[in-house]
């Protein structure tokens, strides 16, 4: 398309906002009369006014996978962002489906957490970096980053602390309503928040960096040390990179169960010691004759199922450690508070994570941590409602969605 299909003469956009898959332009006549003219939306955009004359640049529209009503995905056409002198323009390439993700997608809410439609889900995104602001130092144009997610605010009692800023209360969090996620073609996000991935890391590697994160936040919490014998309940992908993350801190044997025997076989095959399929096996007999008849140190919950928080304090010895991560629907700690007293528990929760980053791509980069291995499958752009659909069957461990893909 060129120039010339256009009436000549002064034009300035009237809305960046797509209608019937049109923009609406300005164009103001050489008398000075404005008239109303229309461009098609994505193949070029005007900018502005040069001697009279349109100016042309690269469309500025994207592309936005909205889940626009329970259970129902749409994908629409977005302005792309702009950048702030400290932001980066990221091109997504990788996203992961966490099941917070999966909650939204089907109930419409997470935890407490109401979507207001439309809304964009994701938040454990990589991608290239397209265009850096004035001040940035960190990453340049074609870097591929991680993107760190959460967006603290940077003034209260918990950022103050560089330890806690996980803790802020006036988090933005992508995917947590209202603040978008990442199922979109770019994102503006501060460089503070970016982390570059060296050559030999993918950038799907990059996007699973938030899930690796949590993992490493909760075995920090649980105090996963050397010889530590560990009960991981849940073999979703927080289970399994928990135990992932224990494995590589020098834990001793580590126990894994799950309702879902391909789950446990998964667990098995990349290196716990025990995999038990709760549905035929009781784990607290695994771990008394085949660990310790008192139990095990320490147990990182998490399933979030009622029955596997109960199991903590059957499977933990006396003075042990048990930390939660696997957030349930609804349910309540061990109440059993006599025994509580007498055998000493500590019981910690475990939310999101701090500073985790740099460690994280590096532990990926020597081998330490595999985060490809939990990958179920990988599904394009186009393939986004599907692609939830599939994470949500009880053996997907981990979905990927390639937003790079054309739709
Ligand atoms: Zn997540
Ligand atoms: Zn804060």
């Given at each position: ?22 923009v ?15 461009v ?17 640049s ?21 302005e ?41 889900l ?46 802020c ?17 770019y ?49 979703g ?32 095959e ?13 784990p607290?007999d ?13 147990a ?89 659909d ?18």
């Open positions: 398309m060129t120039e010339d299909h256009y009436p000549k003469g002064r034009a300035r956009l009237v809305s960046p906002v797509s209608c019937d898959g049109f609406g332009i300005r164009r103001i006549t050489p008398r000075g009369k404005p008239v109303r003219t229309h098609r939306a994505g193949d070029i955009w005007l900018t502005g006014t040069t001697n009279g004359k349109y100016e042309f690269e469309p500025t529209l994207m592309r936005a996978c909205e889940l626009s009503a329970v259970g129902e995905f749409s994908y629409v056409e977005r792309r962002p702009s950048i702030k002198p400290d932001e980066v323009l990221v091109r997504i390439d990788r996203v992961g489906i966490c099941g917070s993700d999966i909650h939204y997608y089907q109930n419409g809410e997470n935890s407490g957490n109401v979507v207001d439609f439309p809304h964009v994701g938040h454990e995104s990589a991608g290239t970096v397209v265009e850096v602001g004035g001040d940035v130092r960190k990453v340049t144009e074609t870097d591929r980053v991680a993107i760190e997610p959460g967006l603290p605010c940077e003034d209260c009692s918990y950022c103050a602390d560089e330890d806690t800023y996980h803790l209360e006036d988090m933005e969090y992508m995917s947590s309503p209202p603040t978008d996620g990442a199922l979109v073609e994102v503006a996000w501060p460089a503070r928040y970016v982390y570059p991935l060296p050559e030999s890391v993918s950038l799907r590697e990059g996007a699973l960096v938030e899930p690796l994160s949590v993992a490493m936040h909760a075995c920090e919490r649980a105090g996963v040390s050397a010889g530590d014998s560990v009960l991981v309940t849940g073999g992908p927080i289970g399994q990179l928990v135990a992932e993350v224990a494995m590589a801190r020098g834990a001793g044997q580590i126990v894994l169960t799950d309702v879902v025997e391909e789950k446990v076989r998964l667990a098995e990349r290196g716990v010691d025990f995999g038990v399929d709760v549905t035929t096996d009781d607290i695994v771990i008394h004759e085949n660990i310790d008849e008192n139990g095990v140190d320490i990182i919950e998490s399933s979030g199922a009622e029955i596997a928080i109960e199991t903590t304090t059957d499977a933990v010895k006396r003075g042990g450690d048990i930390v939660f991560v696997g957030v349930p629907i609804d349910a309540s700690l061990p109440t059993d508070v006599v025994g509580i007293i007498g055998d000493e528990y500590d019981f910690r929760g475990s939310f999101r994570f701090s500073n985790t980053y740099p460690d994280a791509i590096e532990g990926i980069r020597t081998g330490r941590f595999d985060v490809d291995g939990i990958v179920s499958f990988e599904r394009g752009f186009g393939e986004t409602q599907a692609a939830f599939q994470a949500a069957e009880p053996e997907s461990v981990k979905g990927v969605v390639r937003v790079s893909d054309e739709l």
